[in-house]
């Protein structure tokens, strides 16, 4: 079994990264949930809605406003918690602020990232902004490329990925209507 560390601050996140989440506790890896708290109210809404626990929540949003701050303050708030919890892998979804420092802080130390949601591309790093730069900056970082589409395997292969390391999984927000 491996520990796995999800990180996750947006509601689409969550709701994404929850049939994941599901399914390797049925395979009995442990956990850690952390919540950076980017979209506090609606994000708590549907924990509670779905009796979801964290086990760390950042509240990033009470003491930071602008990108550069949160990405910071992301990353402070992370590292702490992934020298106390020691995963095998953090898991990250998209293409959020949370995403960016969650994907630096597995760099950082060394551990395994594994990228849900990978593999969107519009070449544009302005387009959206900032989403864009933080997906191809994750994508550089990860170990393991969850992709939705066989389009989005092929945008990770073109650029030099290891096609052992890409899977197509589909959207994993499907999952919860199931």
């Known amino acids: 079994m491996k520990k796995l560390l999800f990180i996750f601050g947006t509601r689409p996140e969550f ?3 929850y049939p994941v989440i599901q399914e390797a506790k049925k395979q009995g890896n442990p956990i850690v949930l952390v919540n950076t708290g980017q ?11 779905f009796s ?23 990353l402070s708030g992370l590292e702490p918690i992934v020298k106390q919890e020691k995963p095998d892998v953090i898991l990250v979804h998209g293409d959020t602020a949370a995403t960016l420092a969650g994907a630096l802080v597995a760099y950082f130390n060394q551990i395994k990232l594994a990228h849900i949601e990978a593999g969107l591309r519009t070449y544009n790093k302005f387009s959206p902004f900032p989403e864009e730069m933080n997906r191809q900056i994750v994508g550089l970082l990860a170990d393991y490329h969850f992709t939705p589409t066989e389009m989005t395997r092929d945008n990770l292969l ?17 999952d919860m209507f199931q």
Do not use: C
Not at 158 to 174: H, L, P, T, W
């Open 15 to 17: 709701i994404k990264v």
């Open 39 to 49: 979209h506090k109210e609606m994000l708590n809404e549907l924990l509670d809605e």
């Open 52 to 74: 979801v626990e964290v086990d760390y929540d950042l509240k990033i949003m009470d003491s930071y406003s602008g990108l550069s701050e949160i990405v910071s303050g992301t």
């Open 158 to 174: 073109k650029e030099g990925k290891n096609r052992k390391q890409v899977f197509v999984v589909g959207n994993s927000a499907i």
